[in-house]
């Protein structure tokens, strides 16, 4: 679990970093410093998406996992429990929300290969490097993110640590499963919802993403039946 806490401890120290700048950008400024952060999470989800193979499984994917999410309504939980926190921790009269901050920071952080690899590596042969070299993108990233987002950005860091250390601790078990036809198909999905991030955060679209989350780790399934179909 070493690269795993030292991914979450970057992510707290650059976000903090980021809300001490925060204090002192102007508002026209962080406008237009959201708006190219908008920009740049549309680039990193085309990237992310074109990892897949199999459009098939994408498509089954984001369809099944929306339905999911929307059954167990996951967003309406996160954002009643984003309440919650921002009755508690926000100031009066800012304007991004907790949620935001947190949906777009932990997709940004645990979608991707080198999450997945990084933490099996972890896990499997106590090899930390990749996650070391993530926890470095991350404290940069963070500290970006959480200049234009808030104080959500700094609690993406439980998700890390849920996602990434999960990973870790099952690796002898999960290893098997995620081959790299199903780590490029879940990177691709991830990466249809940061595309998403990206045009919400522009204000093109009002997706409720967190209800797609489960289309990420629907290809560990599909994959496997997609070869046996194809077998």
Request: hydrophobic share 55%; proline share 2%.
């Amino acid at each position: 679990m070493i690269g795993t806490i030292v991914n979450v401890l970057t992510i707290l120290a650059g976000g903090s970093i980021g809300l001490i700048l925060k204090k002192g950008i102007r508002e026209d400024i962080s406008d237009m410093v959201m708006k190219g952060l908008a920009l740049c999470t549309i680039y990193l989800g085309i990237s992310s998406a074109m990892e897949g193979n199999n459009s098939l499984i994408t498509i089954i994917s984001i369809v099944v996992g929306v339905i999911i999410g929307g059954l167990l309504d996951l967003d309406g939980k996160l954002n009643r429990f984003a309440d919650g926190l921002e009755k508690r921790f926000q100031k009066e009269g800012e304007k991004t929300s907790i949620a935001e901050g947190f949906i777009t920071a932990s997709l940004v952080f645990c979608v991707g290969a080198m999450t997945i690899v990084g933490s099996l590596q972890s896990g499997l042969t106590g090899d930390h490097t990749m996650l070391f070299t993530k926890s470095t993108l991350d404290f940069v990233s963070s500290m970006i993110f959480a200049s234009s987002l808030g104080i959500g950005v700094l609690f993406a860091s439980v998700f890390v640590l849920v996602f990434q250390g999960a990973i870790t601790l099952l690796a002898q078990w999960v290893a098997p499963f995620l081959n790299d036809a199903v780590i490029a198909e879940m990177t691709c999905a991830g990466g249809l919802l940061i595309l998403g991030l990206g045009l919400n955060m522009i204000g093109v679209t009002k997706l409720k993403l967190m209800n797609y989350l489960p289309a990420i780790f629907l290809p560990i399934a599909l994959v496997p039946i997609a070869d046996w179909i194809v077998k």
